[in-house]
């Protein structure tokens, strides 16, 4: 019932039956017994030591050194490889201690909220639009601005103006003020100023029209009340000789004193306000915005766990510094599954922890700096096919072909919770699980042809795509979140409208089944693998194929999936069990990591840790980062 779409290295695979009964397959195979693997020798290091290539261009240069090799096997192109060395040359690393100083950008820095941060951010950018000669653009900024600085100026205004009236005791031009006015604490207000007026009449021995204000204006809005009590004690008032006598009101030194308290109480609330209005007038240093940007920029580059010595230039400011890491050497492994590790996921976009499900029926967490086991996932009857991890690592989702998609909170990993469960009526095997940018909405794909959008709120399914003919690999929402993405058995991608539900495109290249799809960060560009041995980039502009990667094995019944590192890299797992890095642009490999034993199914990238995880039919999890002290460039990638 898995649609012939299982692992060749287990005979009960092959057998395994979709429905909840299924049982953990047979771990007596030949070649895939658990092993004792150590840390290949060398010396527990953090997952911080990897080095970058000094220009994205570099890994252009090795595949243009590939190709150069290809077209000449007599040629080894000497001369391009001692470049390339002498580039890596003297590279040094981050401890991740030394990263973890750096204060970490939350928002607990500014509120951003705040109207004055608001009216900064206003100058700024119009200072930057000023400066650029956009001019018409930048009194268009400061019009819409104004209308809330007017609004805001007049609150302000009104307020100084019920200072002074409470000061003068004009008690019906405070009345006036407080029904016309814009006051976001209206009725605190409108309490105190009532309760003023009421001890006073109390001063003055006007008991009648005491009694009055207590009942028609102050009782409305004892939900206003300093304290728990204040009501009561303004209440007994009306029997006692001196205000003084209410244990709430010992301290009432006169009706002057109190409307002095009262004045600067009110100028208290609004004090933020009338500061915020003031730093207008504040200087704005020259190009702020330039200076600001070159500050988070450098920030980045402080705080990543490894970069070159040359200060480097960042293309973009759309997506955080990341430079352009080619591994080399196996970091860790990490061992404890009892069967073949399907897929892997960064807990959090920070990795310092990876997640891996399997074949035994679990998912396991694991300290990417210790290679430690920190816990495991049990509630699964059956296989784990996919899982994906929310950016804050809070929620883990997990696909399996008990036909259900469990949602876990591992908020606390030592204590992690299965909260959800969703069921899809003994449909098949779910294959595919991810979220949509907003992480609202699961997406879940699988056996059954047929992919399904999960409200998260709700707790249900709120949409279904139909349309492929044979069962759905993988399936992802584009960066916009408008289109879910898919690839198929059928050998088709195909593109859904998330709102209509219907299918937007169908791309027919593939020759034989898709066995994942992947994009890139900038949303512009879809990776493709599929078992006619190659994986294929697209331009999701304009829908064409852009290029094949090729050299690795994708033929045989497993999903071998791939996908980007960075901007400039490619990288797929490989029947052959080796773990291929491919240039983005020239198609070349600049890579093979070989150290899998069985099959490697799945490979991926984390910028922040600078290591890349690839998960296999060995029964093992594996880490790789690159060494400055070794070859930066494979041997056999120039064979």
Same mark, same amino acid.
């Given at each position: 019932?898995?649609?012939?779409?299982?692992?060749?290295?287990?005979?009960?695979?092959?057998?395994?039956?979709?429905?909840?009964?299924?049982?953990?397959?047979?771990?007596?195979?030949?070649?895939?017994?658990?092993?004792?693997?150590?840390?290949?020798g060398?010396?527990?290091?953090?997952?911080?030591?990897?080095?970058a290539?000094?220009?994205?261009?570099?890994?252009?240069?090795?595949?243009?050194?590939?190709?150069?090799?290809?077209t000449?096997?007599?040629s080894?192109?000497?001369?391009?490889?001692?470049?390339?060395e002498?580039?890596?040359?003297?590279?040094?690393y981050?401890?991740?201690?030394?990263s973890?100083?750096?204060?970490?950008?939350?928002?607990?820095?500014f509120?951003?909220?705040s109207?004055?941060i608001?009216?900064?951010?206003?100058?700024?950018?119009?200072?930057?639009?000023?400066?650029?000669g956009?001019?018409?653009?930048?009194?268009?900024?400061?019009?819409?601005?104004?209308?809330?600085?007017?609004?805001?100026?007049?609150?302000?205004?009104?307020?100084?103006?019920?200072?002074?009236?409470?000061?003068d005791?004009?008690?019906?031009?405070?009345?006036?003020?407080?029904?016309?006015?814009?006051?976001?604490?209206?009725?605190?207000?409108?309490?105190?100023?009532?309760?003023?007026?009421?001890?006073?009449?109390?001063?003055?021995?006007?008991?009648?029209?005491?009694?009055?204000?207590?009942?028609?204006?102050?009782?409305?809005?004892?939900?206003q009340?300093?304290?728990?009590?204040e009501?009561?004690?303004?209440?007994?008032?009306?029997?006692?000789?001196?205000?003084?006598?209410?244990?709430?009101?010992?301290?009432?030194?006169?009706?002057?004193?109190?409307?002095?308290?009262?004045?600067?109480?009110?100028?208290?609330?609004?004090?933020?306000?009338?500061v915020?209005?003031?730093?207008?007038?504040?200087?704005?240093?020259?190009?702020?915005?330039?200076?600001?940007?070159?500050?988070?920029?450098?920030?980045?580059?402080?705080?990543?766990?490894?970069?070159?010595?040359?200060?480097?230039?960042?293309?973009?400011?759309?997506?955080?510094?990341?430079?352009?890491?080619?591994?080399?050497?196996?970091?860790?492994?990490?061992?404890?599954?009892?069967?073949?590790?399907?897929?892997?996921?960064?807990?959090?976009?920070?990795?310092?922890?990876?997640? $891996? &499900?399997?074949?035994?029926? +679990? @998912? /396991?967490? *694991? #300290?990417?700096?210790?290679?430690? !086991?920190?816990?495991? =996932? %049990?509630?699964?009857?059956?296989r784990?096919?996919?899982?994906?991890?929310?950016?804050?690592?809070?929620?883990?989702?997990?696909?399996?072909?008990?036909?259900?998609?469990?949602?876990?909170?591992?908020?606390?990993?030592?204590?992690?919770?299965?909260?959800?469960?969703?069921?899809?009526?003994?449909?098949?095997?779910?294959?595919?699980?991810?979220?949509?940018?907003?992480?609202?909405?699961?997406?879940?794909?699988?056996?059954?042809?047929?992919?399904?959008?999960?409200?998260?709120?709700?707790?249900?399914?709120?949409?279904?795509?139909?349309?492929?003919?044979?069962?759905?690999?993988?399936?992802?929402?584009?960066?916009?979140?408008?289109?879910?993405? $898919? &690839?198929?058995?059928?050998? +088709? @991608? /195909?593109? *859904? #409208?998330?709102?209509?539900?219907? !299918?937007?495109?169908? =791309? %027919?290249?593939?020759?034989?089944?898709?066995?994942?799809?992947?994009t890139?960060?900038?949303?512009?560009l879809?990776?493709?693998?599929?078992?006619?041995?190659?994986?294929r980039?697209?331009?999701?502009?304009?829908?064409?194929?852009?290029?094949?990667?090729?050299?690795?094995?994708?033929?045989?019944?497993?999903?071998?999936?791939?996908?980007?590192?960075?901007?400039?890299?490619?990288?797929g797992?490989?029947?052959?069990?080796t773990v291929?890095?491919?240039?983005?642009?020239?198609?070349?490999?600049?890579?093979?990591?070989?150290?899998h034993?069985?099959?490697?199914?799945?490979?991926?990238?984390?910028?922040?840790?600078g290591?890349?995880?690839?998960? $296999?039919?060995?029964?093992?999890?594996?880490?790789?980062?690159? #060494?400055?002290?070794?070859?930066?460039?494979?041997?056999?990638?120039?064979?």
């Amino acid at each position: 019932m898995s649609d012939g779409i299982e692992d060749s290295s287990n005979v009960s695979d092959l057998t395994h039956s979709h429905n909840s009964n299924a049982q953990l397959e047979s771990t007596t195979n030949t070649h895939a017994a658990p092993r004792t693997v150590e840390n290949s020798g060398r010396r527990p290091a953090p997952a911080a030591y990897l080095q970058a290539l000094p220009s994205d261009s570099a890994a252009v240069e090795i595949g243009n050194a590939v190709a150069a090799r290809d077209t000449n096997p007599l040629s080894t192109e000497p001369d391009m490889v001692k470049e390339l060395e002498k580039q890596l040359h003297g590279l040094h690393y981050h401890h991740a201690e030394r990263s973890r100083l750096c204060t970490e950008a939350s928002t607990e820095l500014f509120d951003a909220d705040s109207p004055r941060i608001r009216r900064d951010i206003v100058r700024i950018i119009a200072q930057y639009l000023d400066s650029q000669g956009y001019t018409s653009t930048r009194v268009t900024l400061y019009d819409e601005a104004n209308v809330k600085q007017q609004r805001e100026n007049n609150y302000i205004s009104d307020v100084v103006r019920l200072r002074a009236a409470i000061l003068d005791g004009e008690w019906g031009e405070v009345d006036r003020i407080c029904s016309s006015a814009y006051l976001k604490d209206k009725k605190h207000i409108l309490y105190n100023v009532y309760k003023q007026q009421y001890l006073e009449l109390i001063d003055d021995s006007e008991s009648q029209k005491a009694f009055s204000m207590l009942n028609k204006y102050i009782k409305p809005l004892e939900s206003q009340q300093s304290f728990q009590g204040e009501f009561r004690d303004l209440c007994y008032l009306l029997t006692t000789k001196s205000i003084q006598d209410a244990p709430a009101f010992r301290n009432w030194d006169g009706i002057a004193s109190s409307r002095e308290k009262l004045a600067e109480y009110l100028q208290n609330i609004l004090e933020f306000e009338i500061v915020g209005r003031d730093s207008e007038q504040q200087h704005l240093r020259p190009n702020r915005l330039v200076t600001l940007l070159r500050q988070a920029v450098a920030y980045q580059v402080e705080s990543c766990q490894y970069h070159s010595e040359a200060l480097p230039m960042v293309p973009t400011l759309l997506n955080d510094y990341s430079p352009v890491v080619v591994p080399n050497t196996e970091q860790f492994s990490f061992v404890g599954h009892l069967g073949n590790i399907k897929c892997t996921a960064y807990v959090g976009q920070y990795g310092r922890y990876v997640a $891996s &499900g399997s074949s035994d029926n +679990t @998912i /396991r967490i *694991w #300290d990417t700096e210790t290679s430690e !086991c920190i816990t495991t =996932l %049990r509630g699964h009857t059956s296989r784990i096919w996919d899982i994906c991890v929310d950016r804050e690592g809070t929620t883990l989702i997990s696909a399996s072909g008990d036909c259900t998609v469990k949602i876990w909170d591992i908020r606390d990993l030592h204590k992690p919770q299965c909260i959800s469960t969703v069921a899809t009526d003994n449909s098949g095997d779910i294959y595919s699980v991810s979220l949509n940018p907003l992480e609202s909405h699961i997406i879940m794909a699988g056996y059954d042809h047929t992919i399904r959008l999960y409200d998260r709120v709700t707790g249900r399914v709120v949409q279904t795509f139909h349309g492929h003919d044979l069962s759905v690999a993988q399936a992802v929402s584009n960066p916009l979140g408008n289109l879910i993405i $898919s &690839g198929s058995k059928d050998q +088709t @991608i /195909r593109f *859904w #409208d998330i709102m209509s539900g219907t !299918c937007v495109k169908n =791309l %027919r290249s593939h020759l034989g089944e898709v066995t994942s799809v992947a994009t890139s960060d900038s949303g512009m560009l879809l990776l493709s693998s599929s078992k006619d041995n190659s994986n294929r980039l697209w331009d999701l502009r304009s829908l064409k194929r852009l290029c094949r990667y090729k050299g690795h094995q994708n033929t045989s019944k497993n999903f071998i999936r791939s996908s980007f590192i960075g901007d400039s890299l490619v990288v797929g797992g490989s029947e052959d069990g080796t773990v291929y890095i491919w240039d983005r642009e020239s198609t070349k490999i600049v890579q093979r990591l070989d150290g899998h034993q069985g099959i490697v199914y799945d490979a991926r990238w984390n910028p922040k840790q600078g290591i890349l995880c690839s998960a $296999s039919d060995d029964w093992t999890l594996k880490t790789w980062w690159f #060494d400055p002290n070794k070859p930066s460039i494979s041997n056999n990638t120039l064979l």
